[in-house]
């Protein structure tokens, strides 16, 4: 069964940024054809969505992230990305991608995300 796989996590330091990627594990979805978004979860905490982008491009953002963090989509390599900037401690988290809404058999491993200094 076709999973996402997120990539591009890291241990930074606050003000640093990141970016993050989205493929599928093989064939049998199209991005382009869905709604896609960007989730993360802190420890304790639910999961959230952090931002989505549409199939036609259109984006949005959770307030907490807006002015900060970019979603975009390259359809020629089935790839969505999360361009993270101005990190904050508070954006710690592992970093799930699947579409909009969620379906579970997308979940991946996710991508920790740690900001501190």
């Known amino acids: 069964q076709v999973q996402l796989v997120e990539s591009g996590g890291g241990l930074v330091q606050p003000g640093a940024s990141l970016r993050l990627s989205c493929a599928p594990s093989?064939?049998?979805?199209?991005?382009?054809?869905?709604?896609m978004g960007w989730y993360r979860q802190a420890p304790g905490k639910q999961r959230e969505l952090v931002a989505l982008i549409t199939s036609g491009k259109t984006t949005n953002y959770a307030d907490s992230v807006k002015g900060r963090f970019t979603i975009s989509r390259d359809n020629d390599k089935n790839t969505m990305y999360l361009q993270m900037n101005s990190l904050k401690p508070e954006d710690t988290a592992v970093y799930y991608c699947n579409v909009n809404p969620p379906l579970s058999h997308y979940w991946g491993q996710g991508t920790q995300v740690t900001v501190s200094s």
């Open positions: 093989g064939i049998g979805i199209i991005f382009s054809m869905h709604t």
